[in-house]
């Protein structure tokens, strides 16, 4: 059935269409033989210039709104990969980076979103605007892996005390998800690090902290005011508070 907004334009008027384009989504109408765009169905008139626009005057336009597409769906997919990485123990200072890094990108996706340019359902606006936000705090606070470690937060807890009783656990450990390299105790003390990532001169390690533990505050701060415990781990350079007695550390 022929959609009724698409009525077949008389040959003569075919001519006025030259140079002209949709008012809505840019799509060229010249050479078109019905009076509504075949890409968004908004009507228009070859006689009135006024419901069409020029393609010259256009092209800009077309270029802010292809651009604020690539800058939606990117956003989407960065937040997936960064919830991700978040979630399996990535380093928070690389996600520190990368919110500095992202920051004027998602600024240009702010101004294209509250700009008039195209006609947006306000679901897809406010999405455009909440995805980055989340993407940043997931790169500020690495939320995520809070929520990562209560999921396995008992099975860590009954390893973690196999440890601290003297067992030695050699090879790599899977635990649900997460995959530690080794499971050791600390040099001389009393807690117990799973390590994520890294080598035998550091890493990224999961650490539980015995019964009473009184973490050391560094005069060291992280970002954003976060404090630095120097007692929690061999040679840390950061650490970051997960409850409970446990931390997560990158080891020198």
Known sequence: ??????????????????GRCCIDCGHFLEGLGSNACPECGRPFNPD??????????NRYRRWLIGTCRIFYYASWLALL???????????????FLLAIASAPFILLQFIL???PLQRISWRRRF?????????????????????SFKLHRAALTKIADRVANGEVITGPTTVGILRFRQIRMARG??????????G?????????????????LSDQQLPFGSPHFRNIWDNTNWTQDLGDGWFLVEQD
């Open 1 to 18: 059935m022929t959609h009724p907004d698409h009525i077949e334009a008389p040959p003569s008027n075919l001519e006025a269409l030259h």
């Open 48 to 57: 009135d210039p006024r419901t069409t626009r020029n393609i010259t005057t």
């Open 81 to 95: 990969l960064i919830f991700v990485y978040s979630a399996l123990w990535g380093d928070w200072l690389i996600l």
């Open 113 to 115: 979103l509250a700009l």
């Open 127 to 147: 999405a455009g605007f909440l995805v980055p936000l989340v993407f940043l705090s997931i790169c500020v606070t690495n939320w995520p892996v809070v929520l």
């Open 189 to 198: 003390r009393d807690r117990v690090g799973f390590q994520l990532n890294g």
């Open 200 to 216: 035998a001169g550091g890493g990224v390690f999961l650490v539980r902290t015995p019964s009473g533990f009184v973490p050391e």
